[in-house]
C-alpha cells in the first residue's frame, strides 16, 4: 500500500485527498501519514509525492488505473511476433 492512501483503496487519489483535507490540523491518526501526531504539511507532502501510485498489483488496482494510460503501450510490446 503506498504511503499516503489513506482511505485503503489501494491507490492515492483524491478520495485521500480530501480526507485529509477534511483532517488538517487535527489529531486525527488515519489521516496521520508520517505519524508525527498531527494533519499538517509534512503528510500533504507525502502524498503528494506519491500521487495517482497505485499499491499491490495483486488486487487488481494497478491494472485498472494502467488502462488509461499506458496498457496501449504494454499490448504492444507483449504481442506475440510469430504465430
Ligand atoms: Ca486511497
Ligand atoms: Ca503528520
Known amino acids: 500500500m503506498p504511503s499516503g492512501d ?3 483503496n489501494n491507490v492515492v487519489d483524491l478520495g485521500d ?4 483535507a477534511g483532517a488538517w490540523y487535527a ?13 499538517d504539511l509534512e503528510d500533504y507532502f507525502l502524498l503528494s509525492n506519491h500521487w495517482q501510485e497505485a499499491g499491490d498489483p ?4 494497478l491494472s485498472r488505473i ?6 496501449k503501450r ?6 506475440p ?3
Open 6 to 8: 489513506i482511505d485503503g
Open 17 to 20: 485527498y480530501f480526507i485529509l
Open 27 to 39: 489529531s486525527n491518526p488515519a489521516a496521520d501519514i508520517d505519524g508525527s501526531g498531527w494533519v
Open 58 to 61: 495483486r488486487i487488481g488496482t
Open 66 to 71: 494502467a488502462d488509461g494510460n499506458s496498457k
Open 81 to 83: 511476433t510469430a504465430v
Open 74 to 79: 504494454v499490448t504492444t510490446a507483449q504481442r
